[in-house]
């Protein structure tokens, strides 16, 4: 079940977007891995979550190490925004 439905209400800002995300970081280490954002995409209601799991870490990973920084993840939520989160 999803947490946020895309098409629902109340649009979510980029602080908020960044703090759900920042909670799928599941091992603590400080970055967003692949996985971990495909669950996170799955639990906010998108569709083709691994497939958008992988486009938002190749847009927003510039070091190219595989993951998403606390560095990287201003990028990673302004490349997310385009999908229009909302509060269902």
């Known amino acids: 079940m ?3 439905n895309p098409r629902g209400h109340a ?12 909670r799928y970081d599941k091992n ?5 891995s692949k996985e971990e954002l495909k669950d996170a995409f799955r639990d ?17 990973d510039a070091n190219g190490d595989g993951y998403i ?6 990028e990673l939520v302004k490349y997310a925004m385009r999908w229009g989160f909302s509060i269902s």
């Open 2 to 4: 999803p947490i946020w």
């Open 11 to 22: 649009s979510l800002n980029e602080d908020q977007i960044k703090g759900l995300l920042k």
């Open 28 to 32: 603590g280490d400080g970055k967003l």
């Open 44 to 60: 906010l209601g998108l569709k083709f979550s691994g497939w958008r799991a992988g486009k938002a870490l190749r847009h927003a």
């Open 69 to 74: 920084s606390d560095e990287e993840l201003n």
